[in-house]
């Protein structure tokens, strides 16, 4: 594990890269395979010679792409809820992109995650629709249309027809019949404009709760390497008084087990003292010791890898339903199951 | 130690063993690409047509690419074994068998390139210079382009590439990286023909895309890839068979809209794309050329570069 956590640390430039240029390689196909190459450029950038800095040119072009992206569909964001009274709250990625944080630079983006308030949803979406997104093909059928809607967090999730972006519109940061309970309303309350624009952020220490709700709370920890390292990053971007409200807020609402894993993993694969001291005193989530050695073993892909993802998998579905809406819902994704398809890439081939 | 040395100088237990460690290192042209994955087909396909290429045993820096040529499963390394080229991402390729790993190896070098080094604006193109500057020809599969590029070699031109013109991004430099031309069907007799016996590889038979074979690039062409050069002409070319000679001087904004299409990373780097294909006119002119013979398209070519030379005199 000490080897492991070294890779982490040397994502994100707290310990140099390997000499040895056949575990470097390792170490950036590992930074690769987890989408966090672009990070790991932007963190050391012009810091080494020869060949790697080709390879982080080509990471940093490819996420400067993604955040242009963003940056467009932003605008048309506003410009389709132009004359409402109705102010998105943006989320993830698209809030750290707007607000220019740590855990953006170099960090790869693919859809918007907005949030707005229940009671505007509807009008959301219609006006969504006239600017040309619709029901993504994937969940465009009437049982996923209706799930989503009874029982998810957010709209199914929306492509625009022309430009192929896909946006998700939440008014909850979980599912209604997860087991934690968020004040989503005190959130959405805290949150703040961004200069010159018509959407909003949360604040600093709400921003780093939901990417540890969305990532401890929510789902089977999908993208494990990506999200230790969005932690860390948000955390180095919260100043003593944004820390200060961390552990107040994230009792408000609701929140505190989640965060206080986040807290923890940043102290822990990050060596960070003020993180250490922080999760001391906060409450972590059920059979603590047993989570963090399955999030653990997920991230790093080693033989164990399969136990702790079919028990993250297990977890998830426990944190998002009771049984008696699990058991249905997973038997009818049996019965739907097709095996993924590829999506069609247009290539020159020879 | 780490020493670069070409693969003709390597036995093939050395090759062996460093494909199977997966730290054959390939240089070409701006591009350092690590290749693991050792079967008996590759190591003959790459004696044969990467022979005069530069390579290492252990890698001493990090590569644009890294290439896995690996079983689609453990079944298909035993049984029947077959091959898929894994460059590191999800790509639609189709298990072939073992004998066809010289296609999936340039199969999983081109998507590489395509898809994943983009501090070059890639243009589905042939390209080849002479001290003058670079022609480069874009056009669809099966339009000739292949054959166009094997004859313009026996021309004196140096082979850049049969597959992407890499355009530089400040300053629309064409970089050289030539790897085998690959010929399809027909035009494998033809370019035999134009180049001679020696220069063509074995025939890999029955692929997906029907018989395949490369037109080796040479010893010269391998040594001077590091040289780049400034595009001279822009081509369309366009073959069919009977069809009567045809040229037609193209101006520089459909020229740049019918380069567009054929980049693969256009919309990934966006303006810095544009900037770089419009500089490429700087000094080239382009011409949509249409014809029925290799002889037809080289004596339109000859005529468009003497246009250029009037105008520019």
Redesign the interface.
């Known amino acids: 594990m000490i080897m492991q956590r070294k890779a982490l640390k040397q994502i994100v430039g707290l310990k140099p890269l390997p000499e040895k240029v056949l575990k470097r390689i390792k170490l950036m196909i590992f930074a690769d395979a987890h989408h966090v190459l672009g990070q790991m450029a932007a963190a050391l950038t012009g810091a080494h010679e020869g060949k790697i800095n080709d390879v982080f040119d080509n990471a940093l072009l490819r996420t400067a792409h993604d955040h242009r992206m963003l940056h467009f569909e932003m605008n048309r964001l506003e410009r389709a809820l132009e004359g409402t009274e109705i102010t998105p709250i943006l989320l993830k990625g698209a809030a750290y992109v707007a607000r220019d944080l740590k855990a953006a630079q170099g960090r790869r983006v693919s859809d918007i995650d907005i949030l707005v308030r229940e009671e505007e949803l509807d009008q959301v979406e219609k006006l969504l629709m006239q600017a040309g997104w619709k029901a993504d093909q994937e969940t465009d059928n009437e049982y996923d249309q209706e799930y989503y809607r009874q029982w998810m967090h957010e709209l199914p999730p929306m492509r625009h027809g022309k430009r192929g972006t896909i946006i998700d519109v939440h008014h909850l940061l979980l599912p209604r019949t997860a087991r934690y309970k968020i004040g989503i309303d005190q959130m959405i309350d805290g949150a703040r404009t961004i200069e010159a624009s018509a959407l909003k952020t949360f604040c600093p220490a709400d921003v780093f709760i939901h990417s540890a709700i969305h990532a401890f709370a929510d789902g089977a920890f999908d993208n494990p390497v990506r999200g230790f390292i969005e932690h860390y990053y948000l955390f180095q971007d919260l100043n003593e008084s944004d820390r200060k409200d961390l552990c107040v807020r994230a009792e408000q609402v609701g929140a505190e087990k989640p965060v206080g894993l986040a807290v923890w993993c940043v102290g822990f694969l990050f060596s960070d003292e003020n993180a250490q001291k922080m999760a001391k005193n906060m409450k972590k989530p059920m059979l603590f010791w047993l989570l963090r050695w399955a999030l653990i073993s997920k991230a790093m892909d080693g033989l164990t890898s399969p136990l702790a993802k079919a028990l993250l998998y297990i977890r998830s579905h426990y944190l998002r339903m009771p049984m008696r809406l699990l058991v249905p819902h997973l038997t009818r994704k049996a019965i739907q199951w097709r095996p993924m398809s590829r999506k069609p890439v247009d290539l020159p081939l020879p | 130690m ?1 020493t670069v040395t070409r693969v003709s100088d390597l036995s093939r237990r050395e090759i062996r063993s460093s494909l199977r460690e997966g ?1 054959l290192l390939l240089h070409l042209g ?1 591009f ?1 690409q ?1 290749i693991s994955g050792s079967s008996d087909p590759l190591i003959d396909f790459l004696q044969d047509t990467y022979r005069d290429c530069q390579v290492e045993l ?7 690419v ?1 290439l896995n040529l690996r079983a689609p499963n453990i079944l298909r390394k035993f049984f029947r074994p077959q091959v898929v080229p894994d460059p ?5 390729a189709v298990p072939l068998p073992i004998e066809m790993a010289p ?1 999936a190896f ?2 999983g070098l ?2 590489s390139v ?6 070059f604006v890639t243009i ?1 193109a042939g390209v080849v210079a002479d001290k003058d500057g670079a022609i480069l020809m874009s056009a669809e ?1 099966g339009s000739g382009k292949s054959t166009l590029t094997a004859a313009l070699l026996e021309r004196g031109y140096r082979l850049f590439s049969d ?2 013109a890499l355009v530089g991004l400040g300053d629309a430099v064409l970089q050289p990286y030539p790897r085998p031309i ?1 010929l ?1 069907e027909e035009t494998i007799p033809i370019v035999r023909e134009l180049a001679g016996d020696e220069w063509i590889s074995p025939i890999v038979k029955g692929s997906p ?1 029907g018989d ?1 074979a490369y037109r080796r690039a040479r010893r010269s062409d391998i040594d001077q890839s590091h040289k780049q050069a400034k595009a001279k002409l822009i081509l369309f070319p366009e073959f069919e068979p009977g069809m009567r000679p045809y040229k037609r001087r193209l101006n520089t904004a459909e020229a740049i809209l019918r380069l567009i299409p ?1 980049s ?1 990373n256009f ?4 303006e ?1 794309a544009y900037l770089a294909i419009t500089r490429l006119f700087d000094d080239a002119v382009a011409y949509e050329l249409s014809y029925g013979s290799t002889e037809q398209s080289l004596s339109l070519i000859d005529e468009a570069l003497q246009e250029r030379d009037d105008h520019a005199a």
Not at chain 2, 58 to 64: G, I, M
Not at chain 2, 88 to 92: A, I, L, N, Q, W
Not at chain 2, 114 to 119: M, N
Not at chain 2, 267 to 270: A, F, I, K, N, V
């Open positions: 780490s730290s701006p350092a690590l252990f890698p001493s820096d990090v590569t644009d890294h590191g991402f999800e790509v639609p296609l340039e199969m081109n998507l395509a898809l994943k080094c983009c501090r589905h599969s597959e992407f690959s399809k895309k395949i054929a693969t919309g990934l780097l966006g810095q």
